[in-house]
């Protein structure tokens, strides 16, 4: 029997290794693109159609559009939408005209809401693939920022908030949403029954149970929960002005913080 020299077997040992991770890099692409289609069009249904996301909806755009001058265009005034996800949120900004960009960690839905984006053939709406805590987006860009219930599942949450500051235009304006506890099934349903009745409640199923399965089903990251206390605490270690907070979505379980980059620190 042939004996293979060690340098040869080291060679082969390494060039199965890159095979297997090249094999596993692509089994995990495909799985992370079926899933984040998955969530693309299970979140498409439930934007459209739960209540607490319509009333969302409106509370954002209201904020954003309250301090655009009414002399100004919109198409001059440049919103980031962090963590955008499929981009539902992203787009109702682009939507009411305002010259918008939605950055989202995750390739595979980052691909997603690209699709949507050439089905609607919306020209001030775009998205980038990135961590806006990586620091790759030029200082002062944006008069406005977005974020809707991601920093409680990324990993540096204070990182990404004095990022959030760096990108702002002084000035301008931020809005953050986060989960302010875990948003669970069978609690959160019967918590909504007692308050407002069983059909409520069995309207809520149309995101309780999509989110249930998600959650776990994520990358384990946090989480990261916050009162109105400590995330405007956050908020103004990070630099930013707050200027209000509100108990917001279902069930008031997240909260809405609005914040400003001043013009002078």
């Known amino acids: ?30 799985v992370d693109r079926i ?14 159609r739960f209540p607490p996301y319509q009333k969302l909806q409106r509370e954002v755009l209201e904020l954003v559009e309250s301090t655009v001058d009414a002399s100004r265009s919109r198409q001059d005034v440049n919103v980031l939408d962090i963590a955008c996800g499929p981009g539902n949120f992203t787009f109702v900004l682009a939507e009411a005209g305002f010259a918008t960009v939605g950055l989202e960690s995750y390739a595979a839905l980052v691909e997603v809401a690209r699709e949507k984006r050439r089905a609607k053939r919306l020209a001030n709406l775009a998205f980038r693939h990135g961590d806006l805590a990586e ?30 500051y ?16 875990h948003v669970g099934l069978l609690p959160t349903f019967s918590d909504i029954r007692r308050r407002a ?29 916050w009162n109105e206390e400590q995330f405007s605490a956050h908020l103004r270690a990070a630099g ?12 008031d379980a997240s909260v809405l913080v609005w914040a400003r980059k001043d013009t002078e620190a």
């Open 197 to 225: 009745g069983l059909p409520a409640a069995l309207r809520c199923l149309v995101w309780l149970l999509p989110n249930s399965i998600f959650e776990a089903m994520r990358r384990r990251i946090g989480p990261h929960y």
């Open 240 to 251: 930013f002005t707050v200027l209000g907070t509100r108990r917001t979505f279902l069930n």
């Open 1 to 30: 029997m042939r004996v293979q020299p060690r340098a040869e077997a080291g060679v082969t040992a390494t060039a199965a290794e890159a095979t297997m991770s090249s094999v596993l890099g692509g089994v995990q692409w495909g």
């Open 35 to 48: 899933l984040s289609v998955g969530y693309g069009l299970v979140y498409d249904y439930i934007f459209e």
């Open 135 to 164: 620091g790759t987006l030029r200082a002062d860009s944006f008069d406005q920022l977005v974020n809707i219930h991601a920093l409680y599942v990324h990993a540096e949450p204070q990182r990404l908030l004095q990022e959030a």
């Open 166 to 181: 760096r990108v702002l235009k002084p000035g301008g304006h931020a809005i953050f949403v986060n989960h302010t506890r």
